[in-house]
């Protein structure tokens, strides 16, 4: 089963290493369905065994948060 989540990567992060990051998930299972340049983060269904993983990176100084993502809705 996979679970939507946004990664979103801290301030100082070059586009390279978002990049590799991504393409690292990718490789892992993950399916990325959208990229946003401006907040520096993407969104993704991540496997939850890939999704374990990724949650022990968060200290790594790269990824700044990882959150489920979910609808929003404006009255």
């Known amino acids: 089963m996979s679970n939507r989540y946004i990664i979103g990567f801290e301030d100082h992060v070059t586009q390279d290493q978002i990049d590799n990051y991504v393409k690292d998930v990718e490789d892992k299972g993950a399916v990325v ?7 520096k983060s993407f969104a993704a269904s991540i496997p939850n065994e890939v999704m374990v993983s990724l949650q022990s ?14 609808e929003v809705k404006i009255q």
């Open 33 to 39: 369905s959208h990229k946003f340049d401006f907040t």
């Open 57 to 70: 990176l968060q200290s790594d100084g790269i990824v700044k948060y990882i959150e489920p993502d979910g």
